[in-house]
Nanobody
Framework: QVQLVESGGGLVQPGGSLRLSCAASGRFFSINSMGWYRQAPGKERELVAVIRAGINTDYADSVKGRFTISRDNAKNTVYLQMNSLKPEDTAVYYC??????????????WGQGTLVTVSS
């Protein structure tokens, strides 16, 4: 059993900043990639940013230069620093992790989501 728990969402004014955190727990060998996705009302879930086992990162074009993903492997935690927030960034943000096990296939797990609202 593995679990991802997000925190850090909330209401922020346009141009403001928020930092999301996602902590993984449970029994696993390692975590390959960790990422953030978001889903706005009436839209499909989309990738925001991902960071792989090393330092390779990818970002959605819409957040490049504004968002930064990072991870602390010792704490099994991934962060998303969001700056210069825009109303269109309003969404539920979900954490994702690809867990690696020694004796079973890898598993993609999701957090419960945290709401980010950008509004004046």
């Amino acid at each position: 059993q593995v679990q991802l728990v997000e925190s850090g969402g909330g209401l922020v004014q346009p141009g403001g900043s928020l930092r999301l955190s996602c902590a993984a727990s449970g029994r696993f060998f390692s975590i390959n990639s960790m990422g953030w996705y978001r889903q706005a009302p009436g839209k499909e879930r989309e990738l925001v940013a991902v960071i792989r086992a090393g330092i390779n990162t990818d970002y959605a074009d819409s957040v490049k230069g504004r968002f930064t993903i990072s991870r602390d492997n010792a704490k099994n935690t991934v962060y998303l620093q969001m700056n210069s927030l825009k109303p269109e960034d309003t969404a539920v943000y979900y954490c994702n992790g690809r867990f690696i096990f020694e004796t079973r296939p890898s598993l993609d797990a999701w957090g419960q989501g945290t709401l980010v609202t950008v509004s004046s």
